[in-house]
């Protein structure tokens, strides 16, 4: 912000103050951005992880792939 002898001019910082201004909710929407990402891959990783410790639950889970129930030796 320049002084001269004719004062302070106001309208040199607008500029400034409108690229702050625009400056925060960009990087605010950066940062929730990321935590979103974050949280999300939290997420699957413990839904995984569930999915697997609960094999009765999941369908055909007993039996192993190319197997049924009527191939018992």
Same mark, same amino acid.
């Given at each position: ?26 990087? %605010?929407?950066?940062?929730?951005? #990321?935590?979103?990402?974050?949280? *999300?891959? @939290?997420?699957? /990783?413990? =839904? ?5 410790? %609960?094999?009765?639950?999941?369908? #055909?889970?007993?039996?192993?792939? *190319?197997? @049924?129930?009527? /191939?018992? =030796?």
């Amino acid at each position: 912000m320049a002084r001269d002898g004719d004062g302070w001019r106001p309208w040199q910082a607008v500029p400034r103050i409108a690229v702050g201004v625009l400056a925060v909710p960009v990087v %605010v929407g950066f940062v929730a951005l #990321g935590a979103a990402v974050v949280i *999300g891959r @939290s997420l699957r /990783d413990v =839904a995984r992880e569930t999915w697997a410790r %609960v094999p009765p639950l999941r369908p #055909g889970g007993r039996e192993k792939r *190319g197997e @049924s129930k009527s /191939d018992a =030796a």
